[in-house]
């Protein structure tokens, strides 16, 4: 099955090597026969996000994200629609906050965001820094660990009654107080946790790959893969993040 992936501002958001998420997905669908398609998305390029099965945007400062918000704002409503008719989205710290209705920056400017997710973003004073480990909710009962590494001067406000993406067990999360970490709309995840993410959570990388080909016409389990160092780089993040403690 081809897997097509928009991959939002590659040469813009890549902070702690964001991309190796992709890498991760490519790998992982390779290893099942499925061939992943990337394009990138630069401001200004075309895109029509309903032609995609999942689409990827990674972190950044918040020099390269006041770069890159009015053109990603533009694309806001094609790309809520796209994800309400079910093509997936991760979207990774500097990413999910402008997935979001917006960003107020360190320097206090406003950053518009797409408004895919329900949420909005204030920088504090102090940054978020640190390992993470969450128990994610993918909804349908399904509930995973998720380990990752944080930093971020944004606190992220999630609307009432939208979804959080888990429970901090350890570490800040979305805003240091609310004992939630990123927000799940459908396939569609935003988290503040990079590291890259997905070589340490090949859990959560097989859920997005799932949702990716169900919206490619192609519904179904994944053939399970060994996962041997995947689970070993899980228990090493998810250790880190626990002895640094509770929230
Ligand atoms: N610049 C944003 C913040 O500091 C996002 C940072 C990031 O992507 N790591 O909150």
């Given at each position: 099955m081809r897997i097509a992936v928009a991959h939002l501002y590659p040469d813009y958001l890549n902070i702690y090597a964001d991309r190796g998420n992709i890498a991760v997905l490519t790998r992982r669908a390779a290893l099942r026969g499925h061939a992943l398609h990337v394009t990138g998305v630069e401001p200004g390029d075309p895109l029509d996000?309903?032609?995609?099965?999942l689409l990827y945007v990674g972190g950044g400062q918040d020099r390269e994200q006041a770069l890159i918000a009015p053109d990603l704002a533009r694309r806001g409503p094609a790309i809520a629609a796209a994800v309400q008719a079910g093509t997936a989205a991760l979207a990774v710290c500097g990413g999910y906050q402008l997935l979001g209705r917006g960003y107020r920056g360190r320097d206090g400017s406003w950053m518009p965001g797409?408004?895919?997710?329900p949420l909005e973003t204030v920088a504090g004073e102090q940054r978020l820094i640190g390992d993470v480990l969450l128990e994610a909710d993918l909804g349908g009962g399904v509930t995973i660990p998720v380990a990752g590494f944080e930093n971020h001067a944004g606190r992220t406000l999630l609307d009432r009654g939208a979804t959080p993406l888990g429970r901090v067990l350890a570490g800040h999360g979305?805003?240091?107080?609310?004992g939630f970490e990123g927000c799940r709309v459908g396939s569609a995840i935003g988290t503040?946790?990079?590291?890259?993410?997905l070589p340490r959570n090949p859990e959560l990388a097989d859920w997005l790959l799932c949702r990716a080909l169900e919206h490619a016409g192609a519904p179904g389990e994944l053939e399970p893969l060994s996962d041997e160092l995947e689970r070993l780089a899980h228990a090493v993040s998810a250790g880190r993040a626990r002895s640094r403690g509770g929230r």
């Open positions: 996000p309903s032609a995609f099965d797409a408004g895919v997710l979305n805003d240091g107080t609310s503040y946790l990079h590291g890259p993410l």
